[in-house]
């Protein structure tokens, strides 16, 4: 029998883990619960409260019922060839993750080192900052002075270490998007060895002309990257799908960090339904933004100011009507309804809110109409 040696033990001598890891703040989740209220109705996460399309439903129920023992098909085609067919795009140039938080961290990891420099755009995603400061990247932020990304600020914060600019348009809390031609210009002024990730979670929901989502810009620069979401229009928030668009070499780098089964079979067929439910797309779109419309109109009645959003939420400012965004968001919560505070960094004095069904905005209306006329400025 031999003997091995171990180093001896000491105390106080724990592993650390990366440089800068401790300094995040672990997510927050928007709320979903409220103690005494039985079923709240939640506008706190931007989720969509039509739910998926009726095909969705059936395709998780079936693999429920028949599938749920096999593992996924790891090359997710089924699923890349229905996005490419309802997007025009080529199906080669998709890959799909575990939610677009998944693609962007891989997106990260293929290609970012310690000490590489990241822009991200003010209101962008708050993950992009976890993912880049986990593996050692300095986040530099770049302001949105007018409450959307702002071209010149992003160049403004380029330096030789830049590797990556990271925005998300329509930008989330406030839901502005950056047009066509601002979104060009900054590509064609950014470095072409700097990779731009253009996080297009609400472009589902953007009719307007002038707006590009990056799939455009994919195909004419290179290190240009789009990414998107399943989990906002098309209502598969708890299954976690989301998809990214590049050019072949940016999709083979992340292919090959990728786990082969990321994208569990439920998610994959009930994503490839609700992309081919087009009509069910549209409704739901077109749903949101007249709901969106009707509340900017009935809101700015009552005296509030509604920051035009074009996304599925919305951002109500109290600033200027002597009411503070904390007491608005405790009077709804204290009627069933949770919204969410916009976290330090973002537009003071704001609560964002989810567009809900017909019903929902009802109550949201109603209820801040109570909470102008009760509480005195
Ligand atoms: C919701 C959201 C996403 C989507 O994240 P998933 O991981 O796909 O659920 C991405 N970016 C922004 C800005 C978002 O608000």
């Known amino acids: 029998m031999t003997t091995q040696t171990l180093p001896e033990k000491k105390s106080g001598t724990n592993l650390q883990p990366v440089e800068g890891l401790l300094k995040l703040a672990p997510y927050r989740q928007g709320k979903s ?17 039509a739910g998926p399309s009726p095909k969705a439903r059936l395709a998780v129920a079936d693999l429920a019922s028949t599938g749920a023992h096999l593992y996924p098909d790891g090359s997710q085609s ?5 996005i490419g067919k ?8 998709i890959v799909c993750g575990n939610g677009s938080d998944e693609l962007i961290q891989l997106l990260m990891r293929a290609y970012l080192s310690p000490g590489d420099e990241v822009v991200l755009s003010q209101y962008s995603f708050g993950m992009a900052f976890v993912h880049a400061t986990s593996i050692g990247a300095i986040t530099i932020s770049a302001d949105e002075p007018d409450l959307k990304p702002d071209v010149d600020e992003m160049l403004r914060h380029v330096t030789d270490k830049t590797k990556m600019v990271v ?14 031609s601002e979104l060009v210009r900054l590509r064609e002024l950014l470095p072409e ?19 590009e989502s990056g799939e455009q810009l ?12 399943f989990s906002k229009l098309y209502g598969l928030a708890a299954l976690r799908v989301g998809w990214m668009y590049a050019r072949p070499e940016v999709i083979d780098a992340v292919q090959r960090i990728r786990t082969p089964f990321n994208v569990n079979a439920a998610a994959l067929a009930a994503a490839e339904a609700a992309v081919g439910d087009t009509e069910f797309t549209r409704f739901v779109r077109d749903e949101n933004n007249s709901e969106r419309e009707r509340l900017h109109a009935e809101l700015e009645a009552i005296g509030i100011e509604f920051i035009p959003s074009f996304a599925n939420f919305y951002l109500l400012r109290f600033a200027d ?15 069933g309804i949770i919204p969410r505070p916009v976290n330090a960094g973002g537009p003071e004095n704001c609560l964002r809110i989810t567009v809900g069904l017909p019903a929902d905005n009802d109550r949201v209306i109603t209820t801040l109409a109570h909470f102008m006329e009760a509480t005195p400025a």
């Open 218 to 229: 994919v195909d004419s620069h290179p290190n240009t990257v789009m990414t998107r979401t």
């Open 78 to 82: 089924g699923l890349r060839t229905a």
């Open 193 to 211: 060895q700097v990779m731009l990730l253009i996080d297009s979670a609400y472009a589902d929901y953007v009719v307007e002309d002038d707006y």
């Open 86 to 93: 309802v997007f025009e795009l080529d199906a080669d140039r």
């Open 33 to 49: 619960t409220i103690s005494g209220v039985d079923r709240p109705l939640k506008l706190s996460s931007n989720e969509s409260m």
């Open 167 to 180: 925005l998300a348009t329509p930008n989330n809390p406030v839901g502005q998007y950056l047009s066509r």
């Open 321 to 335: 009507n002597g009411k503070t965004a904390e007491a608005a968001g405790a009077f709804l919560e204290k009627n």
